[in-house]
């Protein structure tokens, strides 16, 4: 990462939340840390939850920047739970505080994203009304998030590629499968 503004009050964020839940860190704790002004952190942010999205993305971003496809969409999703397991204690701070329905619907924004794309590419071709679709994808981004979220929730100790074989043994196919009934 760039030692940026944005890329400093990132780390020094993550350096709180290897200790600390989101909901007890302040702006002036994320502040002191990187020994920057609140005034430089509210020229870049409006709150530490727009910084956590923008953290996020970023991540997300990296990770499934080259997988968006559905020969791959089992390694995005690995990707995904590795690197959840990898910042731990972040996860687990984020997880348990208070704002974790933020953090869902952030889950939830990145695995659509990203199926809807796998969606999209399987459906060259086949004349498909775009709800439908976007129903396919929706509903297994729900399904990949619950997968996530339970996983969190159980200290993140099933390993994650044994999770993304099982869910691949219930996937293959059935993008395909639902385009064909959907297709005009």
């Known amino acids: ?3 940026t503004t944005e890329s400093i ?5 993550n350096t709180l939340l290897q200790t600390k839940p989101i909901d007890k860190i302040t702006v002036k704790d994320i502040v002191n840390e990187c020994q920057l002004t ?8 409006s709150d ?24 791959n969409w089992h390694k995005g999703f690995y990707d995904i739970m590795i690197a959840l397991r990898d910042s731990g204690n972040i996860t687990k701070n984020v ?9 869902e619907r952030y889950i939830y924004k990145v695995i659509y994203g990203y199926i809807i794309k796998v969606v999209e590419k399987q459906a060259a071709g086949m004349s498909v009304d775009q709800k439908h679709k976007d129903f396919i994808a929706h509903f297994y981004s729900l399904a990949f998030i619950a997968l996530i979220l339970e996983w969190i929730m159980d200290g993140m100790k099933d390993d994650p590629q044994e999770i ?10 059935d993008f395909k499968k639902a385009l064909n009934k959907y297709a005009e």
């Open 95 to 103: 997880y348990k505080s208070e704002y974790r329905d933020l953090m």
């Open 164 to 173: 993304v074989e099982q869910t691949g043994v219930l996937v293959q196919g």
């Open 9 to 13: 009050l990132i780390n020094a964020l």
């Open 1 to 3: 990462m760039q030692n």
């Open 38 to 45: 609140r005034q430089t952190f509210y020229n870049h942010f």
């Open 48 to 71: 530490i939850y727009e910084l956590v999205e923008f953290s996020a993305r970023q991540n997300a971003d990296n990770i499934l920047g080259n997988v968006a496809d559905y020969d």
